[in-house]
């Protein structure tokens, strides 16, 4: 069963406004982390923001927040005041009993 | 500089010919892990290890062994390698056996099997 879904393939966000990335989750767990992670076209990993599960407030590094509603099991990464560099694959992941699952991804695309 | 390394970048091999893929971090991590990226598909986990001669299947380990018998090193083994294997590799490393901290990516390793 799909444990982490990213139901958008693609999306399309002008330059300097806000963009919404969508993660649901599936866990039964009490205990889990979520992540945020970006792969530009060049194919690193590069780590953009995590939640634990019993972290009251969303977590926020710079212009990338997490909005997490634990009701809804849900963990969507706002990007404030787009920029061209921020073209790029976003894969959500969720973290349980020391294993990791991962989203299909979400592609970006800053429109200048 | 902290890191996770990975050799080979590339690699092109044939059917059946054993390969290995090393991994190794200087970042005195006690949890590492092996994924594949699939095109539709995300990462997936294959292997994790919690620390030194603590292993574990994630959720493709079919096709694959590891080893952890050095805390900085995790190699990938194909004993057997089918064409289905042909896929872009991370491995990956983290604090606090994976949970609460962020996992260090190493580049990749692209491997095809003909």
């Known amino acids: 069963a799909q444990k982490i879904t990213q139901t958008q393939p693609g999306m399309f966000v002008q330059e300097k406004e806000a963009v919404t990335l969508d993660c649901t989750y599936d866990t039964s767990d009490p205990s889990y982390g979520l992540f945020w992670y970006k792969q530009p076209s060049s194919g690193e990993m590069i780590f953009l923001i995590y939640q634990g599960s019993y972290d009251q407030q969303n977590a926020t590094e710079g212009r990338y927040s997490l909005n997490f509603q634990k009701a809804r099991k849900s963990a969507n990464l706002v990007i404030s005041a787009s920029q061209l560099g921020d073209s790029a694959m976003y894969f959500c992941a969720m973290t349980r009993t020391h294993q990791f699952y991962f989203g299909t991804g979400t592609s970006l695309t800053v429109i200048p | ?114």
């Open chain 2, 1 to 114: 500089e902290a890191q996770v390394t990975q050799n080979p970048r590339y690699l092109i091999t044939v059917t059946g010919k054993k390969l290995t893929v090393t991994c190794s971090q200087n970042m005195n991590h006690e949890y590492m892990s092996w994924y594949r990226q699939d095109p539709g598909l995300g990462l997936r986990q294959i292997y994790y290890s919690m620390n030194v001669e603590v292993t574990d299947k994630g959720d493709v380990p079919e096709g694959y062994k590891v080893s952890r018998k050095e805390k900085r090193n995790f190699p990938l083994i194909l004993e057997s390698p089918s064409p289905n294997q042909t896929s872009l590799y991370f491995c990956a490393s983290g604090g606090v056996a994976g949970g609460g901290n962020e996992q260090f990516f190493g580049p990749g390793t692209r491997l095809t099997v003909l």
